[in-house]
């Protein structure tokens, strides 16, 4: 039987489901723009970008090729992974954002400059990360970044300091 | 500030980012900071940021294009000082 309640709830329902895929789309424009492919791209999503910070996550799915040698019967997460994950999400997406949405990112030219991390808590096969970065400085194409990534306990996985080069190059 | 205090703090912080292979002793006026002390661009960015910080003064992108040698570096800073 419709009361009319039910109704409204149903179309409110809808409505969340419409506005959460606004949501998850409007950023889903950085993650096309990243200059990366599987196996390689360890971005899923990203949740939150502004001018000083992002938050963005990543499933390490337990298929993934480098489990079966890291380590021999033991599958763990590299740390390399985790800090590269950590720049994608937080140096690289966040530097797209900076650089704007212009057609001139297809010249998009980055390098990681430096990095100096601390790890806490081993990540293991088909977990899911999430990675807090916060702007130290954006400047003469350097940025540079606090990072942080939790697991789904909200546990500090690794913390550290990365830095990278990002520029626009159309000569 | 004399010339000769400005060219020392400015040399104690290029010390800072010098690679292994490059002594404090191979920096000279006329030295080229990528190609004669090896330092590249990310960590030529970090000594303009304490350049800037050292000398409280700003720099924009152009100062870094035409900042080559550490002669470069002191015309910028003199520049930058006087326009204070």
Same mark, same amino acid.
């Given at each position: 039987m419709d009361n009319g309640y039910g109704h409204k709830s149903r179309w409110w329902r809808k409505f969340d489901v419409i506005e959460k895929q606004m949501t998850k789309n409007s950023f889903q424009w950085i993650v096309d723009e %990243?200059?990366?492919? $599987?196996?390689? %791209?360890?971005? !899923?999503?990203?949740m939150s970008i502004d001018e000083t910070s992002v938050e963005g996550t990543y499933r390490f799915h337990?298929?993934?090729?480098?489990f079966g040698g890291h380590f021999k019967n033991n599958p763990v997460t590299p740390g390399v992974l985790l800090t590269e994950c950590c720049a994608q999400v937080g140096l690289v997406c966040l530097g797209i954002y900076l650089l704007? !949405?212009? $057609?001139?990112? $297809?010249d998009l030219k980055i390098g990681m400059s430096s990095s100096q991390m601390e790890f806490l808590v081993p990540v293991f096969p088909g977990e899911r990360v999430r990675v807090v970065s916060e702007r130290v400085y954006f400047r003469f194409q350097k940025l540079k970044c606090d990072v942080k990534m939790y697991n789904k306990d909200n546990e500090l996985v690794c913390k550290g300091t990365l830095a990278g080069m990002m520029s626009i190059t159309n000569e | 500030m004399q010339e000769e205090e400005k060219y020392q703090i400015l040399k104690d912080i290029i010390n800072i980012y010098l690679?292994? &292979?490059?002594?404090?002793?191979?920096?000279?006026? &006329?030295?080229?900071?990528?190609?004669?002390?090896?330092?590249?661009s990310a960590n030529l960015v970090d000594i303009i940021l304490d350049v800037e910080d050292a000398f409280d003064i700003r720099l924009e992108n152009d100062d870094m294009d035409q900042m080559q040698t550490v002669n470069d570096a002191m015309a910028i800073i003199d520049i930058k000082l006087k326009d204070k």
């Open positions: %990243l200059p990366y492919a $599987k196996p390689f %791209l360890f971005v !899923d999503e990203i337990s298929d993934a090729a480098f704007g !949405d212009n $057609k001139q990112l $297809k | 690679p292994e &292979d490059v002594n404090i002793a191979d920096i000279q006026e &006329d030295s080229h900071f990528m190609n004669n002390l090896n330092i590249n």
